[in-house]
């Protein structure tokens, strides 16, 4: 299985403000995802970036806000812009593998906004 | 309509008991189903999963799930429950084109 890393691993963030999420795989992979966990909520996919394309947003989730780099096949980025504390969570990326339908998810970045 | 449902928001258990999580699903064909767990601070970890084949499924950590398709579950098990087996538990329907529906998650409270 890939071996996911994070950074930061969490932040405390003022409202206005925006934070970039970097994402790092140890192997190449075409698929990552970035997932929000709102407190005391299940997960929500993102949007799903391929390297060398846009990324695909979901609904209720728009590219101004959650802007998504993937400049290769190991790395990734997403930046939550202008940062309000309902944008307090934590943020996930997860890589497919396994012909897509195994998935495997980093340690999350633990996002507070005052 | 596809969906992943855990109707047991908290579970509270003694160590050593047992220990049965809940999962029910609803999706129209052959399901591709998984258990994560996330301790505190943590991400998701793969517990187990289950594509098709045998139908009681073992994982990590002394866990093991079983596939029922006439009850539409895929409940997670342990014979006997540790300490740090403290965590929150998701249950996830692959749904296809890489996309995952996740349940709301089982917190586990173990007591000493």
């Known amino acids: 299985s890939a071996v996911i890393s994070q950074k930061p691993s969490r932040d405390i963030c003022q409202r206005g403000t925006s934070l970039t999420i970097q994402c790092q795989v140890d192997s190449q992979v075409t698929m990552m995802f970035w997932y929000r966990q709102q407190p005391g909520q299940s997960l929500t996919l993102i949007a799903t970036?391929?390297?060398?394309?846009?990324?695909?947003?979901e609904s209720g989730f728009v590219i101004d806000k959650f802007p998504i780099s993937r400049p290769n096949l190991t790395f990734s980025t997403l930046t939550v812009s202008n940062m309000s504390p309902e944008d307090s969570s934590i943020y996930l990326c997860s890589v497919a593998q396994g012909g897509g339908n195994e998935q495997f998810f980093g340690p999350g970045t633990r996002l507070t906004v005052l | 309509a596809q969906s992943v449902t855990q109707p047991d928001i908290h579970i509270t258990v003694s160590e050593g008991a047992s220990l049965e999580l809940r999962c029910n699903y609803s999706y129209g064909a052959t399901p591709y189903l998984f258990w994560y767990v996330q301790s505190p601070g943590q991400g998701l970890q793969l517990l187990l999963k289950y594509f098709s084949g045998d139908t009681l499924v073992q994982g990590i950590k002394g866990f093991e799930a079983e596939f029922k398709r006439s009850q539409s579950s895929f409940n997670l098990r342990k014979p006997s429950v540790h300490w740090s087996d403290a965590a929150e538990y998701f249950c996830?329907?692959?749904?296809?084109?890489?996309?995952?529906?996740f349940g709301t998650g089982t917190r586990l409270k173990v007591l000493a």
């Open positions: 996830a329907l692959y749904s296809g084109t890489y996309k995952y529906i």
């Open positions: 970036a391929n390297q060398g394309s846009e990324a695909t947003y």
